[in-house]
């Protein structure tokens, strides 16, 4: 079982809708949840970093993490042309180093 | 806002040769990394260095490689004798170094290697 799953996607949606993205994971150790927002050629951007369970809202972007089901999500409101990317979820247990899901694609179309 | 920078953007290389990919991690951090990405692939962790030593190396990160800091400001990744396998992007990312500090990543280094 790999570490971190994401599905790859693409998700295609169009302008305005509600996105959801979604990870899980096997290493109940892993303690702190990142997303990264990739654009094509461009680095990983830090988006969202929350630790243990719960939600974590930022603007139009919200993070929730279900340390029991081993699940993390992103869920993206009012979805912009801008935010086609790909998005990657991350983990780790505190010093360590993180752990990437292979990202999802995203396309939001106007 | 500060941000870590990566030179070049892109290097070609033929197999066999050395190549340096070189990062200036944001000012004030303390840690800092290499991670890669195949095309098509997750980003993996290659190297953290802390203190002017490695403090940790995945198993990819072999004979082949090498980590430096030169200088107060350049962190520099060397990959010896490249390999075919060895093209993707080389990101650099930086730290505060405070626990679970996220990272800042550079933009990369496209390596492709002939």
Known sequence: QKEVEQDPGPLSVPEGAIVSLNCTYSNSAFQYFMWYRQYSRKGPELLMYTYSSGNKEDGRFTAQVDKSSKYISLFIRDSQPSDSASYLCAMNSGYSTLTFGKGTMLLVSP | ?114
């Open chain 2, 1 to 114: 806002e500060p941000e870590v920078t990566q030179t070049p953007s892109h290097q070609v290389t033929q197999m066999g040769q050395e190549v340096i990919l070189r990062c200036v991690p944001i000012s004030n951090h303390l840690y800092f990394y290499w991670y890669r990405q195949i095309l098509g692939q997750k980003v993996e962790f290659l190297v953290s260095f802390y203190n002017n030593e490695i403090s940790e190396k995945s198993e990819i990160f072999d004979d082949q490689f090498s980590v430096e800091r030169p200088d107060g400001s350049n962190f520099t990744l060397k990959i010896r004798s490249t390999k075919l396998e060895d093209s993707a992007m080389y990101f650099c990312a930086s730290s505060p170094g405070l626990e679970n500090s996220p990272l800042h990543f550079g933009n990369g280094t496209r390596l492709t290697v002939t």
